[in-house]
């Protein structure tokens, strides 16, 4: 969906902190946030997909009540501002604003709590891409009001459909900031004054994405938890690194955002082991105060092939019970943080039923197991993986 009717906020106003404050979080709180991303079961379902719950005589059900009883309490989904094709033959011209706000309204009023990471971009962002928006401006100053104006609207547009947002992620994966090539970030960059001169655009876009949530709030749309959200969650010093450069800019403060959100995924490097993850976000919850979650993770039930990664607790069996293994360790860690500040953890994906790996070279990580015996259509079968979050 093209964002029309932008309002251009003035210069002068752009980063005017005199606007509704965060909410305060008591460490002492008792909800745990266990989540799955379920952006793609639309799309499952619209090229005829059907999910049958294994321990219930195969019975076909909605996947988020399959989910649900297993333990799920939080929804995750994407957004992004403009999808259309070409974009991967169009399959992928999907998760806009008319995409994503009826499947939250569909999760929220079965009582999950709805968590929306924004991607500001057409397209796919992760640390590899963050494209501006092709309608977008392309000079700095425009592109930020443009910013605070599409987050603000969106905002509303979900309190207007009846949906309030427990969680808000300005950005995906932002290692390398976002927005590019303005929002563009090297987190390695040397010496450390350079990397805070290298932050300072990056800054700027994300505290007028930061202030578009103030407007929101401040037309009624109730106050959400924000979250800045980077991967390799298991890497302590690009996360003190990352994160001192953007406050260091003076641009962003750290009561600016409300959560620490971080994938933390087996794959893409050895070190990615439960040990360095406990050691990131116990530093972190000792230094920012702050609640702190595991936001994208999976495991892989199906890893074979010269192409198989080497995965970086390879004690974990490659197996479904290996997938609630590892979770359950991930929750291990994260509840243990000081404080009570661990508070959330959420798998990414799990009903992609044709695209299993996701994104991995595993074969296939997802929690139902897919039957394509009666191409197109496709059945997944739940897998007692499902049942994960049950009872932690």
């Known amino acids: 969906m ?23 979080y008591d460490s002492s709180e008792s909800f745990f946030y266990k989540g799955f991303d379920l952006s793609s079961v639309k799309i499952e379902e619209d090229g005829g997909a059907v999910y049958k719950d294994s321990q219930r005589g195969n019975i076909t059900r909605p996947v988020e009540d399959i989910l649900g009883d297993g333990g799920m309490n939080v929804v995750r989904l994407r957004l992004w501002v403009d999808p259309k094709a070409p974009y991967d033959d169009g399959y992928y011209e ?37 494209a501006t928006p092709e309608e977008w401006p ?15 609207s969106t905002l509303k547009s979900f309190k207007n459909a ?68 980077i991967d390799d969650g298991w890497n302590l010093t690009l996360q003190e690194d990352w994160f ?13 955002w409300d959560i620490f959100g971080f994938s933390f995924y087996p794959f893409y ?25 595991v936001v994208e993770t999976d495991w892989p039930d199906i890893c074979n092939g010269t192409d198989a990664p080497a995965l970086s607790e390879p004690s974990i069996p490659i197996s479904v019970t290996g997938q609630i293994e590892w979770v359950h360790d991930i929750i291990d860690v994260v509840k243990q943080v000081p404080g009570g500040l661990g ?46 979050f049950k009872g932690v």
């Open 94 to 130: 999907s998760y806009g604003l008319n995409y994503t706000l009826p499947l939250a309204k569909r999760y929220y009023d079965k009582g999950y709590k709805i968590y929306l990471d924004y991607h500001f971009s057409d397209y796919w962002a992760d640390p590899s891409k963050q």
């Open 244 to 256: 001192g450069a953007l406050t260091r800019t003076g641009k962003v403060h750290t009561s600016d």
């Open 343 to 388: 508070q959330g953890v959420n798998y990414w994906e799990p009903a992609w039923l044709n695209n299993t790996g996701l994104g991995s070279a595993c074969e296939d990580t997802i929690l139902f197991s897919a039957d394509w015996s009666q191409y197109p259509k496709v059945t997944g079968y739940s897998r007692p993986s499902v049942n994960m």
């Open 138 to 152: 392309t000079t700095l100053q425009p592109l930020a009001s443009t910013l605070r104006s599409y987050v603000s």
């Open 269 to 293: 490097g050895t070190a990615a082991t439960l040990a360095n993850l406990k050691t990131t976000l116990n530093t972190l919850a000792k230094k920012y105060s702050k609640p702190l979650h």
């Open 162 to 229: 009846g949906v309030d947002l427990s969680i808000v992620s300005l950005g995906n994966e932002i290692r390398h900031g976002m927005l590019w090539p303005y929002g563009y970030v090297e987190v390695d960059t040397e010496p450390t004054s350079a990397r805070i001169a290298n932050f300072t655009d990056f800054a700027y876009l994300w505290s007028a994405a930061r202030n578009g949530v103030r407007d929101a709030v401040a037309e009624g749309v109730p106050q959400p938890q924000v979250m800045i959200h």
């Open 2 to 24: 093209i964002f029309t009717n932008l309002i251009a906020a003035s210069l002068p106003l752009l980063f005017a902190s005199a606007l509704p404050s965060a909410p305060s």
